[in-house]
């Protein structure tokens, strides 16, 4: 059975910093991406960061960019993602997502291009 199991986000304030992280198990493909998407309330979900598992590959959105890291415990099956400098604008329910990838070894960062999700935590960020 497929597990993706999220934990860290809560409340902070602008310019604060917050952890999440992302285990995943119970696979029968091979889950090489895993990264984070976020869902703000009136708005599409869009990618925050992915990374390819074993690999140097990872992406981010323009606006996480220099504030997020996205790290990886291979062995565990784990990522971590270490948010700074938040802004209110990082507000969302943050959501794990795990994917194949590509042959090339890159993931995908489309959300419909996500194959398995976490059920989301909520990172709140006050201004």
């Known amino acids: 059975q497929v597990q993706v199991l999220e934990s860290g986000g809560g409340s902070v304030q602008a310019g604060g910093s917050l952890a999440l992280s992302c285990s995943a198990s119970g696979y029968r493909y091979s889950a090489n991406c895993m990264g984070w998407f976020r869902e703000a309330p009136g708005k599409d979900r869009e990618v925050v960061a992915t990374i390819y598992m074993g690999g140097k590959s990872t992406h981010y959105h323009d606006s996480v960019k220099g504030r997020f890291i996205l790290s990886q415990d291979t062995a565990k099956k784990t990522v971590h993602l270490q948010m700074t400098m938040l802004k209110p604008e990082d507000t969302a329910m943050y959501y794990c997502?795990?994917?194949?990838?590509?042959?090339?070894?890159?993931?995908?960062?489309?959300?419909?291009?996500?194959?398995?999700w976490g059920q989301g935590t909520q990172v709140n960020v006050s201004s």
């Open positions: 997502a795990v994917s194949p990838g590509t042959l090339g070894g890159r993931c995908y960062t489309r959300v419909y291009e996500q194959k398995d």
